[in-house]
């Protein structure tokens, strides 16, 4: 199989090469040439397979130049109870009122990021040990992506993870996450500033070509193809477990912010898997729902961005958008560089003549949820189910209540868990114990490690130097 840009303006590559990008050098993002096509058959012998062995077969259809014996290690090693909590690693139940739930946050870091995040760590140490190269992360974190990429890379040899987070501005829980590893490879620096100031230092060093290539400086943004491949096999895993047959359809309702996991499902839908709906779920920062609404792409700046309480759908300028914009634009490479050409100089784009067939060939839809909503339905599933769950799970359960038709199948998928998120499980349902993970007990105690430094993209400059000469 090889890649593509969605801009065509860069070289076919592999999967191996492409793993290993962020951006393609036109600026565009890395797309198979064509989805594999999925027939009864496969879809017959697949409904029974454990996680791993579903994984290794999709994976295998995207990931054609990694011999099958290394990849099917790779699942093996990745996909594990002993990482994910449960042998279904995805489990799947149904609240009261009849929507599944997906549980995709029973990983390390307690958030769906890992789902795909413990797949490439494997899958970098492998192609790094194999081309004998090097790999120096360098990344900005307001909490989840940073610990997801920390719990995935940690100890694996051939990369090192220098992580920058705004000092102070996590909360207590998210920074003895990261800053409780002790693994020599993993460097966590807090900066004196805001997340978009260690947003800019990030930019910074990235301009500095000469020092990115002495230093074999990369990122794993949510851009990253492998994983939304690695996020492909929950939407198979997720219908399998919430049908009795092959002839059902399901729909999935998807917390949404870069679109990275909402993308994985369009992808599954264009493989043939019998979905329904894709439901775009968004909070307060709803351009995404008024794409789906309305037709109009219109990103916004950070200063146009609310903080909410959930903020890991704090997001504006959808970053995997492009990808389903090149598909429902039939591929056409011209047309997404004159579209982003006006996303580039603020104005967006308006496809309003194309709603009925993104609603019946793609099937999207969207619905938006705010604070106010997210406490509600925090509450009402603590009433009536008795379990606590996470403020972006709560904005999609929100939407897929608001738009289920009768007797639609909806997957909800748990992009996180309650414990992460405290003090607003707190607001909406009052001082209750709320569960977390035994593997976590004591998380607070360890020691911890962590460098301060001001907010100056030479000094951290320096301190990659100091590790890595
Ligand atoms: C990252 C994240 C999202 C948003 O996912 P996208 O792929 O960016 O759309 C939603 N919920 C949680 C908890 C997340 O960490």
């Known amino acids: 199989m090889k890649y593509i840009s969605t801009r065509g303006q860069t070289e076919h590559k592999l999967f191996s090469e492409v793993l290993l990008m962020g ?9 198979p040439e064509k989805y594999p096509v999925i027939s009864e058959t496969m879809l017959a012998n697949w409904r029974n397979l454990s996680y791993k062995n579903l994984a290794f077969e999709i994976i295998s259809l995207f990931a054609t130049d990694i011999p099958a014996e290394d990849l099917h290690d790779i699942v093996e090693r990745t996909y594990t109870e002993e990482v994910f909590g449960t042998p279904e690693i995805t489990p799947v139940r149904t609240l009261k ?6 549980a995709l946050s029973n990983g390390p870091t307690l958030a769906f990021k890992d789902m795909a ?23 900005a974190t307001s909490g989840d992506t940073g610990s997801a990429a920390e719990y995935a890379l940690r100890g694996k040899k051939g990369v090192n993870v220098f992580m920058l987070s705004p000092e102070g501005k996590m909360s207590a829980f998210q920074r003895a996450q990261m800053f409780s590893l ?10 004196e500033g805001m997340f978009d100031d260690c947003q800019d230092i990030v930019k910074a060093v990235q301009n500095d070509h000469a020092f990115k290539e002495k230093y074999h400086i990369g990122t794993v943004n949510s851009i990253n193809w492998g994983r939304i491949v690695a996020q492909v096999v929950y939407y198979f895993a997720g219908y399998f477990r919430a049908t009795e047959n092959n002839s059902q359809q399901v729909s999935f309702c998807v917390p949404s912010g870069n679109f990275g996991n909402v993308c994985a499902g369009h992808i599954a839908k264009q493989m043939g898997l ?100 997210r406490l509600t339905t925090i509450r009402q599933v603590y009433e009536s189910d008795g379990e606590l769950i996470d403020p972006h799970t709560a904005d999609g359960v929100k939407v897929a209540r608001e738009l289920r038709e009768d007797d639609e199948i909806i997957i909800c998928l748990e992009t ?26 004591g998380l607070e105690d360890l020691p911890q490690r962590v460098q301060v430094v001001p907010n100056n993209a030479e000094i951290v400059k320096d301190l990659i130097r100091e590790k890595l000469d």
């Open 23 to 31: 951006l393609a050098p036109d600026g565009g993002l890395m797309l």
């Open 274 to 373: 019998p979905i329904n709906r894709l439901i775009v779920a968004t909070n307060e920062n709803d351009v995404l729902d008024q794409f789906f609404k309305t037709g109009e792409y219109r990103p916004r700046s950070t200063e146009h961005t609310y903080v909410t309480s959930s903020p890991s759908m704090d997001i504006s300028k959808a970053s995997n958008f492009e990808r389903f914009i090149f598909d429902l634009m039939q591929r056409d490479d011209n047309e997404i560089q004159v579209l982003w050409a006006e996303v580039g100089t603020g104005k967006g784009f308006n496809l309003h003549f194309m709603l009925p067939e993104i609603r019946e060939k793609y099937g999207f839809v969207s619905g938006k949820s705010t604070h106010v909503d």
């Open 117 to 139: 995040m413990q797949f490439l760590g494997n899958m970098f140490e492998y192609v790094l040990n194999k081309e004998n190269k090097q790999l120096n992360i360098l990344g």
């Open 182 to 191: 002790q693994d020599e490879n993993i460097v966590n620096i807090a900066v």
């Open 416 to 441: 996180a868990l309650a414990a992460k998120f405290d003090a607003t499980i707190h607001e909406a349902v009052g001082e209750v114990v709320i569960p977390r993970p035994t593997k976590l007990d």
């Open 97 to 102: 009122d009849g929507i599944k739930i997906q």
